[in-house]
Nanobody, 124 residues
């Protein structure tokens, strides 16, 4: 049984930083790409960032490029999302997900396991 557990969400002021973590278990973590998505109230879930199985390839949504960094530690079965220069529009529930392939993917349908989500709120 695959489990993804996010942590690190919270309340931060605009311009501040947060680091999200996602601990994975239940299958060989290093065989799969990982991604972060977010969903704001009344909006569809949207792609934020993805990382390949070995961490060498990353891909970002334009809205977070240059501000967010995705990384992974395969020895710890954990993926991270470092968020900096945060804006009120970054407010959402953030989800980590495990891809169906080793590469980077940006579509919801390319991920088969999801965490429960962690709330991130950015105040102005």
């Amino acid at each position: 049984q695959v489990q993804l557990v996010e942590s690190g969400g919270g309340l931060v002021q605009a311009g501040g930083s947060l680091r999200l973590s996602c601990a994975a278990s239940g299958r060989t973590f290093s065989n799969y790409g990982m991604g972060w998505f977010r969903q704001a109230p009344g909006k569809e879930r949207e792609f934020v960032a993805a990382v390949s199985w070995n961490g060498e390839i990353t891909y970002y949504a334009d809205s977070v490029k240059g501000r967010f960094t995705i990384s992974r530690d395969n020895a710890k079965n954990t993926v991270y999302l470092q968020m900096s220069s945060m804006k009120p529009e970054d407010t959402a529930v953030y989800y980590c997900a495990s891809a169906i392939t080793p590469g980077v993917r940006a579509l919801v349908r390319d991920y088969d396991y999801w965490g429960q989500g962690t709330q991130v709120t950015v105040s102005s």
